[in-house]
């Protein structure tokens, strides 16, 4: 379980210390928007719904911090039990991007979202470090289910 929450402590740091920056980068320019590589740009978002701008309304901010930490719990209880060190790595990278995203949300207010993909007008929806962290656990957890050790009967 230290392996995994080890791993959450890390991905929270990041996701915060590079929020930070971000916006200390944009206030400090007074723009919100630097384009990087032709298919990528740094942006400044405030994402005050759920996942891809979901219920963007701005008033649920508490809410969904509240459900986010019931999430959260139900994961360490999750991770508590995880047999294998991948699907506790994986479970981390989860809690960590849960709370990451949680902070800003009691913080600011919203989630900073910067990193935005796109091809010529067609975008991705920003994303940031806690949503990358959810994102590629939630991929290792499905591979661990996948190809996780089997127990025949």
């Not at 971000?22 to 919100?32: L, Q, W, Y």
């Not at 790595?89 to 935005?116: E, K, P, W």
């Not at 959810?134 to 289910?145: E, Y």
Request: proline share 1%; net charge negative; charged share 10%.
């Amino acid at each position: 379980m230290r392996r995994g929450l080890l791993v959450a402590l890390a991905v929270v740091a990041l996701d915060q210390a590079v929020k930070a920056w971000v916006v200390a980068f944009f206030a400090a320019r007074g723009t919100d928007m630097v384009a990087v590589l032709p298919v990528f740009n740094l942006v400044l978002t405030w994402n005050h719904g759920v996942s891809f701008g979901l219920f963007n309304g701005g008033g649920e901010t508490l809410l969904f911090a509240v459900l986010a930490a019931a999430i959260v719990a139900a994961l360490v209880w999750w991770l508590s039990r995880a047999g294998t060190h991948g699907l506790q790595l994986a479970i981390g990278l989860v809690i960590g991007g849960a709370v990451g995203n949680i902070v800003d949300r009691l913080a600011r207010g919203a989630v900073v979202d910067f990193l935005d993909f796109h091809l010529g007008t067609l975008h991705w929806f920003a994303f940031n470090v806690a949503d990358t962290a959810i994102c590629l656990g939630v991929f290792f957890i499905a591979l661990d289910g996948l190809l996780g050790e089997r127990v025949s009967d």
